[in-house]
Structure formats: C-alpha cells, structure tokens
C-alpha cells in the first residue's frame, strides 16, 4: 500500500518548466513510494489566477501551501512529499 498525496500544479499549456515540474515532482513521489493525485491548473482560464501566477509558473502546491514555484524545488517538494505521506494513513 502506499500513501496518497495530493498536489495542485498551477500551469499553462506549451509550458516545458511546467513539464519539468510536473515530471520531477512524479520522480521524487515514485522515489518515496507515495502516489500523487495530481490537479493541473491551467493559469490561463482565470484571470485571477492567471494574474497572480504569469510570472511564477509552475507553482506546485501541497495541503494548501506553496511548495515550489518556477523551478522545481526538489528538496522542498521531497521534503513535504515526505512530511504529508507521514501523517496520512496508507490507502
């Protein structure tokens, strides 16, 4: 069995460190043998999101919080990836 952690990825479409993001983030979680759900944001289809994250995409949430924002932060992501599968119950 292994955890489930849910991750939002705030993006848009074409965005290659939106594909890096999203790639590492799945390497780091197989690593850990946690399983990501994993909601993709399209910045674009919401002027406020899209305001509040043009600049800073990708952005990678965990639990409400901002994990990583335009390069992936790997030991930031590795490290909440970690801390959430601890206090979740395996499904």
């Known amino acids: 069995m292994s955890h489930v952690v849910r991750v939002v990825l ?7 460190l ?3 993001a999203r790639s590492g983030l799945l390497e ?3 690593e850990a043998g946690v ?3 994993l909601t993709e944001i399209d910045i674009e289809a919401d002027t406020d999101l899209l305001r509040r994250y043009l600049e800073r995409i990708p952005v990678i949430t965990m639990a409400g ?3 990583s924002e335009l390069v992936l932060d790997q030991e930031a992501v590795r490290s909440e990836i970690a801390r959430l599968a601890a206090a979740a119950p395996p499904s």
Not at 10 to 16: A, D, K, L, N, V
């Open 35 to 37: 399983t990501v759900d």
């Open 18 to 20: 939106c594909d890096e």
């Open 65 to 67: 919080e901002e994990v």
């Open 28 to 30: 780091i979680a197989g």
């Open 10 to 16: 705030y993006g848009r479409p074409e965005c290659h």
